[in-house]
Nanobody, 123 residues
Framework: QVQLVESGGGLVQAGGSLKLSCAAS????????MGWFRQAPGKEREFVAA????????NYADSVKGRVTVSRDNAKNTGYLQMDALKPEDTAVYLC????????????????WGQGTQVTVSS
């Protein structure tokens, strides 16, 4: 079992930046791929980014490519999502997740989920 807790969300103006964190506990975080997803009201959960267990491989959704950077610090059992040039359409609850396989964009690949942190981007 892996427990995940996100933090760092908030209200930001369009064009601004936020850095989200995902703190892991339980089984060693370094065993898992870490993914970030988001879910806006009335919409399906959407892939944002993922990073492999050693941080060698990353994967980004086209909608955020070039504006978002995923990273991790296995020594701190923490993953990060740096978001720049934020847009109002980035407004959503952001969730981190852990998967046993590679940095998949599929929700079904992830077996462990955090509760999420709200990101609101004002225009």
């Amino acid at each position: 079992q892996v427990q995940l807790v996100e933090s760092g969300g908030g209200l930001v103006q369009a064009g601004g930046s936020l850095k989200l964190s995902c703190a892991a506990s339980g089984r060693p975080f370094s065993l898992y791929t870490m993914g970030w997803f988001r879910q806006a009201p009335g919409k399906e959960r959407e892939f944002v980014a993922a990073i492999s267990w050693r941080g060698i491989s990353t994967n980004y959704a086209d909608s955020v490519k070039g504006r978002v950077t995923v990273s991790r610090d296995n020594a701190k059992n923490t993953g990060y999502l740096q978001m720049d040039a934020l847009k109002p359409e980035d407004t959503a609850v952001y969730l981190c997740a852990a998967a046993a396989g590679g940095p998949s964009p599929s929700v079904e690949a992830y077996g462990f989920w955090g509760q999420g942190t709200q990101v609101t981007v004002s225009s």
